[in-house]
């Protein structure tokens, strides 16, 4: 199970998609990291922080796909 983040980065306008696994490590095809669901992440071009169990998390949020 796991989840997609679609995101646009609100430091320099990338849209980008962050893969994470739940309650196991899941590696995102588009940054490379390790991480489970509530795991900080990277925009892959300016390398803003994500984090999401943040506030501000969903004002950078486009979408979130659940899967299993």
């Avoid at 796991?2 to 940054?31: I, L, N, Q, W």
């Avoid at 390398?47 to 506030?55: A, C, G, L, Q, Y």
């Avoid at 998390?57 to 979130?64: G, K, M, R, T």
Wanted: overall charge negative; aromatic content about 14%.
């Amino acid at each position: 199970m796991g989840v997609v983040y679609k995101m646009s980065c609100e430091r320099c306008g990338t849209r980008f998609d962050h893969e994470a696994g739940v309650g196991f490590y899941c590696s995102c095809p588009t940054c490379g990291e390790d991480n489970d669901e509530s795991a900080p992440f990277f925009c892959p071009v300016c390398n803003k922080r994500f984090e999401p169990e943040s506030e501000t998390f969903s004002d950078n949020l486009i979408q979130a796909i659940v899967w299993d």
